[in-house]
């Protein structure tokens, strides 16, 4: 058994996530106080090692009314372990779980000894790069059933070529952001033709501060 997981994103109307300097400043209020009441509804946040170095986010519920115990478990996917141990998602704001790989040498047993002394959790699953379908099934087994999965692109791919998302929730601003190399919504190396690609089913959809929110069911994809 797995978790059921929501992808939720803010992205321009070209699809894009951040501009080619990363300013991702994307969301309007109404938009955060949206993301924060669906964090506040999940059992864990989950968000690639590229956002974490990226960003630096939190990833707390704290742009609407909650108190900490609201926070849920953090996930952060990260094959090398190159997470900062002064990153704020390794903060005492709320527990923090970080997937990596099994290959082990000096320095990342030594970088897993110091995270498990700060009280962070390590699974480990997938040679090159995280198993992202073992990872659901031992979060899963943690009573972990259902994920708000934050980005970036590289994790979304992962996880939609996997097959591991559920429900899809994007707002939509209406600002492009263009550029070649700049962060979509879903990077990696993409499906090859439609048969194989993911179908979403539109369930609802609203205006919500400048732009619009739409809020899919995942099909799924066929392999
Ligand atoms: N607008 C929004 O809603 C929003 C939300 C989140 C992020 N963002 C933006 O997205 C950008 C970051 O995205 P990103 O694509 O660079 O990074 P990312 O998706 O956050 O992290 C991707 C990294 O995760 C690791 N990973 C390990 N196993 C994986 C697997 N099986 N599948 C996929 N990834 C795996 C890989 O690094 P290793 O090989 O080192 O493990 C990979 O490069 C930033 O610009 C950020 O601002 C925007």
Same mark, same amino acid.
């Given at each position: 058994?797995?978790?059921?997981?929501?992808?939720?994103?803010g992205m321009?109307?070209?699809?894009k996530?951040? =501009?080619?300097?990363?300013?991702?400043?994307?969301?309007?209020?109404?938009?955060?106080k949206r993301v924060h009441?669906i964090?506040?509804?999940?059992?864990?946040?989950?968000?690639?090692?590229?956002t974490?170095?990226?960003?630096d986010?939190?990833? =707390?519920v704290?742009?609407?009314?909650?108190s900490? *115990?609201?926070n849920?478990? %953090?996930?952060?996917?990260?094959? $090398?372990?190159? !997470?900062?141990?002064?990153a %704020?998602v390794? $903060?005492k704001d709320a527990k923090?779980v970080?997937?990596t790989?099994?290959?082990?040498?000096?320095e990342k047993?030594?970088k897993i000894?110091?995270?498990k002394?700060?009280g962070?959790m390590?699974? +480990?699953?997938?040679? +090159?790069k !995280?198993?992202?379908?073992?990872?659901?099934?031992?979060?899963y087994?943690m009573?972990?059933?259902k994920?708000?999965?934050?980005g970036?692109? =590289?994790?979304n791919?992962g996880?939609?070529?996997?097959?591991l998302?559920?429900?899809?929730?994007? &707002?939509?601003?209406?600002?492009?952001?263009?550029g070649?190399?700049?962060p979509?919504?879903?990077?990696?190396?993409?499906? *090859? $033709?439609?048969?194989?690609?993911?179908?979403l089913?539109?369930?609802?959809? &609203?205006p919500?501060?400048?732009g619009?929110v739409?809020?899919y069911? !995942?099909?799924?994809s066929? *392999?």
């Amino acid at each position: 058994m797995i978790p059921y997981v929501i992808s939720n994103v803010g992205m321009t109307l070209d699809g894009k996530l951040a =501009t080619i300097e990363n300013d991702s400043r994307i969301s309007g209020e109404n938009d955060l106080k949206r993301v924060h009441e669906i964090r506040k509804d999940v059992d864990a946040i989950m968000v690639g090692i590229g956002t974490v170095l990226k960003d630096d986010p939190r990833l =707390t519920v704290h742009k609407i009314n909650a108190s900490p *115990k609201d926070n849920p478990l %953090r996930i952060v996917v990260d094959s $090398n372990l190159k !997470v900062p141990l002064n990153a %704020r998602v390794l $903060n005492k704001d709320a527990k923090t779980v970080i997937a990596t790989t099994t290959p082990i040498s000096d320095e990342k047993e030594e970088k897993i000894r110091k995270l498990k002394e700060m009280g962070i959790m390590v699974l +480990q699953a997938g040679v +090159q790069k !995280v198993d992202l379908r073992k990872i659901m099934n031992e979060i899963y087994k943690m009573g972990i059933n259902k994920i708000l999965l934050e980005g970036g692109g =590289t994790l979304n791919w992962g996880m939609f070529k996997e097959n591991l998302i559920n429900e899809v929730r994007v &707002y939509i601003a209406p600002k492009v952001f263009g550029g070649a190399n700049s962060p979509t919504y879903v990077d990696g190396k993409g499906f *090859k $033709n439609v048969e194989e690609c993911t179908k979403l089913e539109l369930k609802n959809y &609203y205006p919500l501060d400048d732009g619009i929110v739409l809020e899919y069911r !995942v099909i799924g994809s066929f *392999k």
